[in-house]
């Protein structure tokens, strides 16, 4: 089994910045990609917010492109998530995602965090 840790959320102003980390720990053997999700309401889907591959191969939201930066620390399996000028409308519960074996001939499985709350204030 594999665990993801989420840490960071908070409550913030509009315009303001928080800082998400996520480290991953348990069976691993190698993680291809890892990011991040969020879903806004309840019965929503999770929608993706940024991911980061192996070879640092970013993408990202439309909404969130120039305000926020995704980094990955493969020597400690974390990934982070630089949120700056926060709006209303980023408010949700943020999931950390990983896809990962367990062994070097497992197949990659998807694992979640349990979520962090973020809350933007107008």
């Known amino acids: 089994q594999v665990q993801l840790v989420e840490s960071g959320g908070g409550s913030v102003q509009a315009g303001g910045s928080l800082r998400l980390s996520c480290a991953a720990s348990?069976?691993?053997?190698?993680?291809?990609?890892m990011g991040w999700f969020r879903r806004r309401t309840p019965g929503m889907q999770r929608e993706l917010v940024a991911?980061?591959?192996?070879?640092?191969?970013?993408n990202y939201a439309d909404s969130v492109k120039g305000r926020f930066t995704i980094s990955r620390d493969n020597a400690k399996n974390t990934v982070y998530l630089q949120m700056n000028n926060l709006k209303p409308e980023d408010t949700a519960v943020y999931f950390c995602?990983?896809?990962?074996?367990?062994?070097?001939?497992?197949?990659?499985?998807?694992?979640w965090g349990q979520g962090t709350q973020v809350t933007v204030s107008s």
């Open positions: 995602y990983a896809l990962y074996s367990s062994t070097y001939d497992d197949l990659a499985s998807p694992g």
């Open positions: 991911i980061v591959l192996t070879n640092e191969n970013t």
């Open positions: 348990g069976r691993i053997y190698s993680i291809n990609s």
